[in-house]
């Protein structure tokens, strides 16, 4: 007999350790052995924390439990034929679950994330396995023809940049994963950190092998100390089965991975800046050109991607590129890794081809608010999101799509609000956010959001509020035109998005 109980952070903030602890000592009151598998979660935040016990029946889910409901569940018989309010069934036939279709995420939640024998038996290591026998050229020609493009938020085609290394000659070359996950409603690469953390050291080894690189580094956020240590065993372990170091899997090829932990900096989500801050700097915007890809860490060709991709280049070198290129529409192939937060009934991570619409995540997988109150503002990217009102709410979720309504997919953040939101307030949120995280590197991003903060403010108390509404617009502009990077240029998408869609909340009050 085995229970599964998770161990992420989501689990964990949620009491999953007391109710180990309660299941341990309600079992041993009855005689009761059993092994006890801490997995990682399925991504149903919802129903953390989700308890599952397997015998030769199967496995079968139960949720959400606390540490007042495992004395009943024993009493009703669990964990064997007893019926109970918290009674799933077997997890994949949760209908929330169900409907998904998970490549990157197929793994996370069946087994220990740390037993390279569980990753294994689950196709792990497949993807990595082929590239030992291919060119790097066949490696990259497969990323290309899948149609992948970067997770991270710029949708840049990872083929594209992976060529870009490869036919740069040099005697260094690097790998650089981007994990400083930062925007707000997002958790898809803590979650895949913590529960097939495997994944990603193989997606970079894989990489390695393409350009040619040989040592490699995961930029981890330092909010993230449950995946702070799931790697660090991961990246031991994975070192002493002969997936990482100086002779992979007796080829002759050398990849060696380290993890570095960065300092609470939102602009280190920003591959430069990250790349200063990993060289021992501190973390400023850098101008481009040069590329990373052609002078990056240490000034070496570097492919610097985030998370997710390089976690689908497991599934597209295991599977084949046309395999992943089949799903999604357009030119936004694979799955999309959304993660429903905020105001919402049903959050957790919900994997999908390219081209579903918001209103069907929002309403059909996250069931609508939480609060119960109607829905009124959607931001989808991050806290440099537009605010989306219900009419676009039907625009299918592809790059290319949200592009043609001033909007960005990003990381795949989506953020709920009801209808108590006041939309002018998000607006100065918006600016003051830049404000606290710019890098202060170039002008129109440090000295615009600071007066952008004091110009909603003086809108919001009717001080000549005509002549400050044209002044706002006139900001945006100058930072949207002139900023160094995003940070600074996308910042006026939420606030025009508030003062088009949400006009009203910006009148006298």
């Known amino acids: 007999m085995r229970i599964f109980v998770p161990m992420d952070t989501t689990a964990l903030a949620t009491g999953a350790d007391a109710v180990v602890q309660a299941i341990r000592t309600e079992a041993g009151k009855r005689g009761m052995n059993f092994t006890l598998v801490r997995n990682g979660s399925r991504g149903a935040f919802w129903l953390e924390p989700l308890v599952e016990f397997e015998d030769e029946a199967g496995r079968r889910a139960f949720g959400p439990v606390t540490v007042g409901d495992v004395a009943g569940l024993f009493e009703a018989g669990f964990p064997l034929k007893g019926k109970h309010e918290l009674a799933l069934g077997p997890a994949e036939d949760i209908p929330w679950l169900q409907r998904q279709q998970r490549l990157t995420f197929a793994r996370a939640g069946l087994g220990d994330p740390l037993s390279i024998e569980a990753y294994r038996s689950l196709g792990g290591f497949d993807g990595l396995h082929n590239a030992l026998d291919w060119s790097p050229q066949t490696i990259v020609d497969t990323i290309k023809e899948s149609g992948l493009r970067g997770r991270g938020g710029a949708a840049f085609p990872t083929g594209i940049k992976w060529q870009t290394v490869l036919d740069t000659p040099a005697e260094q070359k690097y790998i650089v994963c981007n994990a ?61 089965a002969g997936w990482l170091g100086d002779d992979i899997q007796s080829s002759g090829r050398k990849f060696k991975l380290e993890l570095r932990i960065g300092a609470g900096a939102y602009i280190c989500g920003e591959e430069t800046s990250l790349l200063d801050s990993l060289e021992g700097k501190r973390g400023l915007v850098r101008f481009k050109p040069p590329l990373p890809a ?125 209808d108590t939101v006041d939309m002018a307030q998000q607006a100065r949120f918006a600016m003051e956010f830049c404000a606290i995280e710019s890098c202060g590197k170039c002008t129109p991003c440090r000295i615009g959001s600071v007066r952008g903060v004091e110009v909603i403010d003086r809108i919001i108390a009717d001080d000549n509020r005509a002549a400050n509404l044209s002044l706002l617009h006139e900001l945006c502009d100058t930072m949207v035109d002139g900023s160094l990077c995003a940070m600074g240029g996308l910042t006026p998408y939420p606030v025009r998005s508030a003062l088009k869609h949400f006009a009203g909340d910006f009148n006298e009050r």
């Open 294 to 418: 052609i002078k990056g860490l240490l000034g070496k060709p570097t492919v610097i991607n985030n998370v997710l991709s390089f976690a689908a280049a497991t599934t597209i070198l295991a599977n084949g590129a046309a395999y992943y290129r089949d799903f999604g529409t357009g030119r936004s192939r694979g799955t999309l890794t959304v993660q429903l937060a905020g105001n919402i009934r049903r959050g957790g991570l919900v994997e999908l081809p390219f081209g579903h619409t918001l209103r069907e995540l929002v309403e059909d997988f996250g069931g609508g608010t939480a609060s119960g109150r109607p829905m009124r503002a959607i931001q989808v990217g991050g806290p440099l999101g537009t605010y989306l009102p219900e009419s676009e709410w039907d625009v299918e979720l592809d790059y290319e799509a949200f592009a043609a309504i001033s909007g960005m997919l990003g990381h795949g953040g989506i953020v709920v609000f009801d």
């Open 180 to 240: 400083d996950e930062g925007d707000s409603g997002t958790f898809a690469d803590r979650l895949l950190l913590e529960a097939d953390p495997y994944q990603l050291i193989e997606g970079m080894a894989i990489a390695a092998l393409a350009v040619g690189a040989t040592e490699g580094f995961i930029y981890l956020r330092s909010e993230y100390p449950q995946a702070k240590l799931v790697l660090l065993e991961a990246i031991e372990r994975a070192g002493q």
